[in-house]
């Protein structure tokens, strides 16, 4: 009896191993080739496995669409968390997370969420909501660190500033106004940082933040 438990929790911590390698796969095949470009087939060949074995833990790709950006959004929450924590001030604090962001979704090049929004508007939908409520409680809470540390003006609207700043982040990577061919998205994602930024500094936050911006060109 005891063998056969030992058997059935083998079998069930492969079968999640399994589940997360799938995930994981997926994941990396997506944000560099995006949602729509890869197939059931295209995983299963990447991981050496059969098509049937991905279906047994996923009914569809919508599922999976659904558990790789759900299992992402989780991810990079976790690390801002881990951010927030040790950061030096709210205006480095905004780079390194920019740099977080962007290295998990690999500079966005093959642009995940407006692939999302166009093939899985459903997903989009959710995500979207779940990204405004981790972003407007983040940024609040960078923005009262800075008024509090004198590195922002202290009459700011925090929750409004808070608002247009997840609103800016979305309409950079609307690429009906900002084509690829001209705009990357590193580049968009710098600029509006600055530019959200040099608008709310003081004279004692404008200086860190020039020095800042020197030291990561230099």
């Given at each position: 009896m005891e063998t056969f438990f030992?058997?059935?929790?083998?079998?069930?911590?492969?079968?999640?191993n399994m589940r997360e390698n799938i995930i994981h796969k997926a994941a990396d095949l997506f944000i560099t080739l995006g949602f729509k470009s890869v197939t059931m087939d295209d995983i299963a060949k990447e991981m050496g496995i059969s098509k049937k074995t991905i279906y047994v833990h996923f009914s569809n790709k919508t599922k999976l669409v659904e558990a790789v950006t759900f299992g992402l959004f989780e991810t990079i929450c976790d690390g801002i968390d881990g951010i927030c924590d040790e950061s030096n001030n709210p205006i480095e604090e905004l780079y390194d997370i920019k740099m977080f962001v962007m290295h998990h979704l690999k500079n966005e090049k093959s642009s995940p969420q407006f692939q999302l929004k166009k093939y899985y508007p459903q997903?989009?939908?959710?995500?979207?909501?779940?990204?405004f409520g981790k972003m407007h409680e983040s940024v609040k809470e960078s923005l009262q660190k800075g008024v509090n540390t004198t590195l922002f003006?202290?009459?700011?609207?925090?929750?409004?500033?808070?608002?247009m700043y997840f609103n800016g982040m979305t309409g950079i990577k609307d690429h009906s106004i900002f084509p690829q061919e001209t705009y990357t998205m590193d580049y968009l994602m710098e600029s509006y940082l600055?530019?959200?930024?040099?608008?709310?500094?003081?004279?004692?936050?404008?200086?860190?933040?020039?020095k800042f911006i020197t030291s990561n060109q230099s």
């Open positions: 030992v058997f059935k929790v083998s079998i069930s911590i492969f079968a999640r997903i989009y939908d959710v995500l979207k909501q779940k990204q003006r202290p009459k700011i609207n925090v929750d409004f500033i808070s608002r600055e530019y959200h930024l040099r608008a709310i500094v003081t004279e004692k936050g404008l200086q860190i933040l020039n």
